[in-house]
């Protein structure tokens, strides 16, 4: 491999992350890229450089070390290399696997291609991940905040992010509409106003089953007890409706034996119950009101029940259905008020892109907003944890942003490369130090009696506090 990139050499005390056989293999001083970020992402990075160091230190007292390697993006870039994001940035990610970064200014003016979009499409991160679990202390808008805990699975690459569209009244909207209205939709009452702009929203078998097999394998891994397909299939069924119906192919096809669907449940429960139960009355059980559904459907539906039964009952039947990884699938709009008054019932989220956007930033509002969410953008190969805040620019070089973000975003890359007890480390301080009510401006104007801290103090009190956190655990 290159032995530098941007002009800076690979420290020599460090090891690059291999990637063999589907899995990360990971040695005790792996050279992790970060990006610092642009704003205040230079105190966070400061800040939560810190807050790494000392939680690796003090679980592996010397054994493991993260080796750091700026690579730049954004500001910083252009003014050293006149370009936004220099390709050898991209290389080294790719060439080191893992790594972190701070938020970016989108550059103004256009032109300039967006380094997420980028490394996205080139290292074909295709899952955007969000876990959203509530530290105590943290304020929040909501009662329980403490019963959500939900990490959601984003599809990263299709859907609104294809980025297929023309504006209104250009030559090629006008194409499109006239092929929609004249051949597509020739002999149909439906028509596009020729006053429209246009975009295409592709949903595939292979970016959704990508998908759903990540989050899905997490589930499994986490010992999560549901994945939830998220979708609006009622309305666009050949896109969102196949996306729920491609996930539950997915689900059981590849994990046969570990999970179960919702309406797979329901069959075996019922059988379960009364075991003399017929076909039928299980069918009903499954879809009541079925006397007065077309013979048609009836039929369906019972070589459904058959089917679900001769294939699964001996393996799932009498109970272990219960153990089993459950998938089942909610229509967008009502998870939006399911994670609001009942978030304890969801587990793992698998949406589509837009409506992932939606729900990530809605439920993460609930445990604490912006400045302590964090996420990752993944793929087979490669992975790029990120604040998903921006840069905040009235807060850059004051030292008073909430660095939890980032802080948390790292709580995800050691989990990720297995170094658990690190990750933990950092979540019991931060959560002590929250407690504590030592916190910054954005917690301390929503806390009662809260001492107002620095971000380069919120990080020194997160560090102390790793000294109580093991004496306690001990
Ligand atoms: P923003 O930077 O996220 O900031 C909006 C507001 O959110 C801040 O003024 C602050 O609210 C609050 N906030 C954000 N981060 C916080 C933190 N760490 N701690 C506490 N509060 C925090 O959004 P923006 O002002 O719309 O965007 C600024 C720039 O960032 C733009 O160039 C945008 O394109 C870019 N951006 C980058 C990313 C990324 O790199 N992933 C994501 C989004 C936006 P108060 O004013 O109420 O304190």
């Not at 032995?3 to 589907?22: D, T």
């Not at 054994?63 to 940035?89: C, H, I, M, S």
């Not at 504006?167 to 596009?192: H, P, S, V, Y």
């Not at 192919?249 to 379960?272: C, G, H, N, P, Y």
Request: with cysteine.
């Amino acid at each position: 491999m290159p032995a530098q990139f941007n002009g800076v050499p690979l420290p020599s005390s460090g090891a690059k992350i291999a990637y063999r056989n589907n899995s990360f293999i990971v040695p005790d001083n792996p050279i992790i890229p970060y990006i610092e970020g642009d704003g205040t992402g230079r105190d966070i990075w400061r800040a939560s450089q810190r807050v790494f160091d000392a939680a690796v230190a003090k679980s592996y007292a010397g054994k493991r070390r993260v080796v750091w390697y700026e690579v730049f993006a954004g500001e910083k870039a252009f003014r050293q290399f006149n370009n936004w994001l220099p390709d050898e940035t991209v290389d080294a990610i790719r060439e080191l696997r893992v790594a972190i970064k701070g938020p970016l200014t989108t550059p103004v003016g256009g032109g300039i291609r967006s380094l997420n979009v980028a490394l996205r499409q080139i290292l074909d991160l295709y899952a955007c991940v969000r876990p959203v679990r509530y530290y105590q202390g943290v304020p929040s808008p909501v009662k329980h905040p403490e019963r959500m805990n939900i990490v959601i699975f984003r599809e990263n690459t299709e859907d609104v992010y294809a980025g297929v569209e023309w504006k209104q009244g250009t030559a090629e909207a006008k194409r499109l509409i006239d092929f929609l209205n004249n051949e597509m939709l020739k002999g149909t009452t439906k028509r596009i106003r020729e006053d429209s702009g246009v975009g295409i929203k592709p949903i595939s078998i292979t970016g959704t089953k990508r998908l759903v097999r990540m989050a899905i394998q997490h589930a499994l891994a986490a010992n999560r007890k549901a994945v939830t397909l998220v979708h609006k299939g009622n309305i666009q069924k050949f896109t969102e409706g196949a996306f729920r119906e491609w996930g539950y192919e997915l689900a059981t096809q590849e994990f046969r034996s570990q999970v179960v669907t919702e309406r797979e449940s329901w069959m075996i429960d019922a059988k379960d119950r009364n075991p003399e139960l017929t076909i039928e009355q299980i069918a009903e059980y499954v879809e009541p009101g079925l006397e007065f559904a077309p013979p048609k459907f009836r039929d369906e539906l019972y070589a459904e029940v058959r089917s679900v039964l001769s294939a699964i009952y001996n393996t799932h039947g009498q109970g272990a259905w219960k153990q089993k990884l459950m998938i089942n699938d909610r229509i967008a709009d009502s998870i939006f008020q399911q994670v609001v008054t009942r978030p304890e019932e969801y587990s793992v989220l698998a949406t589509p892109n837009l409506n992932g956007d939606y729900i990530s930033d809605a439920c993460a509002a609930q445990v604490g907003g912006l400045g302590i969410a964090p996420g990752a953008n993944i793929g087979d190969q490669y992975a790029v944890f990120e604040a998903t805040h921006g840069t905040a620019p009235k807060y850059a070089d004051k030292d008073v942003i909430n660095p939890g973000s980032v802080i948390l975003s790292g709580v995800m890359l050691f989990d990720f490369i297995g170094w658990k007890e690190a990750a933990r480390l950092i979540e019991s301080s931060m959560e002590r130090t929250i407690l504590q009510k030592k916190v910054t401006y954005d917690f301390e104007r929503l806390m009662e009696g809260a001492t107002k801290v620095r971000t380069s103090e919120f990080a020194d009190y997160i560090i102390q506090n790793m000294d109580v956190a093991r004496t306690t655990a001990a």
